[in-house]
């Protein structure tokens, strides 16, 4: 069989699995990062489904990310949001860790809120911060859609011009001037990690103009984009890499927890605004 089309097989066995417990037409996904996976408590007449459950779907193995898929209502918006994603350093291959928005999108959603803890190289960019994506740098030396292209999802080359949705970018920023929370916006540079980055690699991300650094979102924005969809990306500052000698998982979460409360009233208002 041609792998492209046991691939499509599997993503939509995947996708009418969902379809089968849930009760919305979700038109927006989300993804939740490291230490922001309260948001999904909000969300009404809510379904839960764990990862484990969903066939092909991969499962997280990292602390801070459950595996747990929500679908229902929020801000009156049908949503699907995903507590918890899988990490290319967990050892998954890049098609694995983006089967689930090919798996959102075979569900039908048409934008996606991707967030992530990250860590700042830009001294305006303080802990606690969030950070609008503009753009991003791929430093995973690696790319979801290498391989014979499937036609069915998307085109074989991928205009990354306008990745980060614009209009998306300017609600993100209006939501947070009405809440008072204070939005920044820079370029977020993707690397595979497990490691944390060497003094000498910090002052390189530094150098070719990333403001932000994390482990994950460039693969599954590449597959986004390739699948046509709408998408905001929005990073929360939990460290500054300057002083990464000392920097942990622990303190990322930690970090990110602190901020949950005005992370899930941004998210919400931005709900309401699409
Ligand atoms: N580097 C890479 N990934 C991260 C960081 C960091 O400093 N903080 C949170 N995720």
Redesign the pocket.
């Given at each position: 069989m041609d792998p492209r089309e046991h691939i499509r097989e599997q993503i939509k066995e995947s996708a009418d699995f969902i379809r089968r417990k849930i009760k919305v037409k979700p038109e927006i996904g989300i993804i939740l990062g490291?230490g922001l996976g309260g948001l999904a408590e909000d969300v009404a007449d809510k379904k839960i489904i764990s990862y484990e459950d969903i066939p092909n779907f991969p499962v997280p193995l990292t602390p801070g990310h459950n595996g747990k898929l929500f679908a229902g209502k929020l801000e009156d918006k049908e949503v699907l949001i995903m507590q918890g994603r899988v990490h290319y350093y967990e050892g998954y291959t890049m098609l694995g860790i983006t089967i689930p928005i090919r798996v959102l999108s075979e569900l039908g959603i048409k934008t996606l809120i991707i967030t992530n803890?990250?860590?700042s190289l830009n001294e305006n960019l303080v802990i606690g911060d969030f950070m609008v994506i503009k753009d991003h740098i791929n430093l995973f030396f690696d790319n979801p859609l290498i391989g014979q292209n499937d036609e069915k999802f998307g085109p074989r080359f991928v205009n990354m011009g306008g990745a980060y949705n614009k209009k998306l970018r300017s609600i993100a920023k209006e939501a947070g001037n009405e809440e008072g929370i204070d939005i920044k916006e820079g370029i977020y540079a993707g690397?595979s990690?497990p490691c944390?980055?060497t003094p000498a690699e910090v002052a390189f991300l530094s150098l070719i103009g990333a403001d932000a650094?994390?482990?994950s979102t460039v693969p599954e924005v590449i597959v986004a984009v390739h699948s046509g969809l709408r998408v905001l990306g929005i990073s929360c500052i939990?460290?500054s890499?300057k002083r990464?000698e000392k920097?942990t998982h622990d303190e990322?979460l930690i970090e990110a927890k602190k901020v949950e409360t005005q992370f899930r009233i941004l998210v919400r208002d931005i709900l309401k605004k699409i």
């Open positions: 490291t803890s990250a860590g690397l990690g944390y980055e650094v994390g482990m939990t460290n890499v990464v920097l990322v």
